[in-house]
């Protein structure tokens, strides 16, 4: 069962007790995603990106990415089963290697989205 199948189920059989939205569960993926490619700090806060995660998930290094900022702003329904995503910190319209990462991470997921990023 994957994330989208298990929402889907839980908001049909535990509808008193199921409160997320499919919006909030979206965005901390998203987020989850971006956490994923920082090397781990003990006690602080991950800062560095990790070259070889970025390599591994075909990311271009060169894209213009704030990497100390980056986080999931908004995630929209746009359609029946389609979401809008808008990543912050970013340049609008030139890190598409990192857009294709999220969105295809996420339709493995079962979710289906656009994310797009600004600054």
Known sequence: MNSKERFEFMKNNFPDSF????EVIIKN???FLIISLYIPMKGGIMKEVDKNRLKHFKINKK???????L???????????IFF????????SA???????????LESYGWECV???EW
Do not use: G, M
Not at 85 to 92: D, L, Q, W
């Open 95 to 105: 890190c598409r290697t990192f857009c294709n990462y999220i969105e295809d991470y």
């Open 71 to 81: 986080k999931c702003k908004k995630v929209q329904k746009i359609d029946n089963d």
């Open 85 to 92: 995503i808008i990543v912050k910190e970013a340049k609008e």
């Open 63 to 69: 894209e213009p990415i704030n990497w100390e900022n």
């Open 29 to 31: 993926l998203v987020n």
């Open 115 to 117: 994310v797009e990023t």
């Open 19 to 22: 409160k997320s939205k499919a």
